[in-house]
């Protein structure tokens, strides 16, 4: 039976919901949303005291600053070696080192050699400027904002592996879409994986938007058909609908999401109106596997690059934008609400060069 669930005074979940969740989850998840559990009861009777100020954002070359492209490549031009063939042979193994790939660290190498030749580059600051420039220009492409304008309710389907912080984002999402005064609804259309269904209804509590779900083992089809309609007839801005992560070579699961994908045709032609696919940016060429299978699968329009913050390589954006020039909507730079940045070429390429060079 359906199950449409609103945010309750209190955080507990709902009856009719099986609880999967242990304290410790619940309190991972209040922590990654970036929350404050509720006040207590006699919280009333203290005195008000004022908000403390925001806390900003840590910025971008904050959050990447420990990747092996940006740790490497200041190692690298510390050095103060001379312009010349071998010091683009230990860019060439930085940039493949940090995820690059093949085809896109060629086109970087080549250009750089062709403008050595000519005289351009006579030394670290001239050749980090120009590197920084062909970076920002394969970027630049895939830099596109997502737009929820087109229809109402937008319909955002979001798919992807298990493990890469898929229902995270979705979390994520809604708060952000529901900051800019928007009507949001979720649909829990992950009803494979232990959890999920309770999870989903969590992050919908707390970002106050309601969750259409089921129960575990229903059909997700259903469950995103039900949810489209009822986004219909509630006037609703932004649904997205979760699904139960899978392997991309799992030719039966990656049916099933098609068919979710044919059954919202149903309600809306044009539905979904994006395929949002979660990777995780620290799994390298495996991630190009990813959104190689589910592009040819169901038609990936949009893609959100997670833990790109502490370890990650970073170059694997670089690898996706070249090979498939599909958007690239968010990145994930932390745990924190506002570490789900919507992607800015410059910004992250700024992030990634040397703070004394970059200019």
Do not use: C
């Not at 229903?218 to 899978?246: H, N, P």
């Not at 909507?329 to 970059?358: I, N, Q, S, T, W």
């Amino acid at each position: 039976m359906l199950n449409f669930w609103k945010k309750k005074p209190t955080s507990t979940p709902p009856s009719d919901t099986k609880s999967a969740l242990d304290v410790d989850d619940r309190k991972a998840i209040a922590a990654e949303a970036n929350f404050v559990d509720e006040p207590a009861a006699d919280a009333a009777a203290q005195p008000a005291t004022a908000s403390p100020p925001a806390v900003p954002a840590a910025s971008w070359r904050d959050r990447l600053r420990g990747s092996i492209f940006t740790r490497d490549l200041g190692d690298l031009f510390k050095r103060r070696l001379p312009i010349d063939d071998n010091l683009l042979d230990e860019v060439e193994t930085t940039l493949l080192r940090s995820d690059l790939g093949v085809a896109a660290t060629e086109l970087v190498i080549n250009g750089l050699r062709a403008a050595i030749k000519r005289g351009e580059l006579t030394d670290a600051q001239s050749l980090v400027a120009f590197l920084r420039a062909m970076l920002v220009e394969m970027l630049r492409p895939v830099t596109a904002p997502l737009d929820i304008s087109s229809a109402k309710p937008f319909i955002l389907l979001t798919v992807g592996v298990n493990g890469v912080g898929k229902t995270t984002t979705i979390g994520k999402l809604a708060r952000r879409f529901a900051d800019e005064r928007n009507r949001v609804m979720l649909a829990a259309g992950d009803t494979f994986r232990a959890a999920a269904v309770e999870q989903l209804q969590q992050w919908g509590e707390r970002n106050d938007v309601p969750v259409v779900a089921q129960g575990q083992g229903a059909d997700s089809a259903s469950v995103a058909f039900d949810a489209a309609q009822m986004a219909t007839a509630r006037g609703i801005d932004l649904l997205i609908i979760d699904t139960a992560g899978r392997l991309h070579t799992q030719s039966g699961l990656m049916e099933e999401l098609a068919k979710v994908k044919r059954v919202l045709t149903k309600v809306d032609a044009h539905a979904p109106h994006e395929v949002l696919l979660v990777i995780d940016g620290t799994t390298g060429q495996n991630a190009i596997n990813q959104v190689r299978h589910f592009h040819k699968a169901v038609g990936v329009t949009g893609l959100v690059v997670t833990k790109l913050d502490g370890t990650a390589k970073g170059g694997v954006v670089f690898a996706l934008a070249r090979e498939f020039g599909i958007p690239i909507r968010y990145v994930g730079l932390g745990e924190k609400v506002h570490d789900l940045r919507a992607f800015d070429a410059d910004a992250f390429v700024d992030a990634l060069l040397p703070l004394d060079l970059a200019g």
